[in-house]
């Protein structure tokens, strides 16, 4: 499926999805004259969207341009997202486990309060980048989030090779990219 202002490929053309008119039953698409690694998306096979925010512990500056070079797992999530929780400790296992000058996992949190975040971050021993999606980055928003968890893994040029895997599939995939370079 591919949504509302998402990008369709056809024949090596790239067109926007401007939606369905109703009234004509027709899908309308707009052609776009742009090379594929200019566009961004959250689509598989597009660049991701830019982002910055700030590390909920140390304060530390976290954007997509700081991130180049690595394989990153942006991970949407929320403190109280029962299957979220349920899988930082495959997150931390694997983020123990893998380079970090060769990997990274920032953590992206919406619809939380900062105290319930600090109180999960102790309690699970999350080790890795968080930042807290607000109304002075909006992260979520311009990812257009509505679900958690939501995951992205992007390679080191900051195209979204993945959506939505997690545990030892997720392990795998890294690995494999990683001993690919």
């Known amino acids: ?11 090596d053309e790239i067109y ?3 939606g369905v008119n109703l009234n004509k039953n027709i899908l309308r698409l707009e052609k776009i004259n742009l090379p594929k690694n200019e566009l961004h998306s959250k ?4 660049k991701s969207y830019p982002f910055k925010g700030n590390d909920f512990i140390t304060n530390a500056s976290i954007s997509i341009d700081s991130l180049k070079g690595k ?3 942006l991970d949407f999530w929320a403190v109280w997202c029962i299957p979220c929780i ?30 319930s975040l ?4 102790d309690k699970h021993a999350i080790n890795w ?13 311009t990812f257009k989030i509505h679900e958690y968890p ?3 893994l992007l390679n080191p040029e900051g195209v979204i090779v993945a959506k939505n895997i997690r545990g030892k599939e997720l392990e795998n995939k890294i690995l494999s990219l990683i001993n690919q370079q």
């Open 71 to 73: 394989f990153v797992l």
């Open 150 to 152: 939501t995951t992205f």
């Open 86 to 115: 349920e899988e930082m400790p495959n997150f931390k296992e694997l983020y123990d486990k893998i380079d970090k000058s060769k990997f990274e996992i920032i953590g992206i949190v919406g619809d939380s309060p900062s105290s």
């Open 43 to 46: 689509q598989v096979g597009f």
């Open 16 to 18: 926007k999805n401007l």
């Open 118 to 121: 600090k109180k999960m971050i």
């Open 129 to 141: 980048p968080q930042i807290l999606s607000d109304d002075t980055n909006k992260i979520k928003e």
């Open 1 to 11: 499926i591919v949504s509302v202002n998402e990008y369709l490929v056809i024949k």
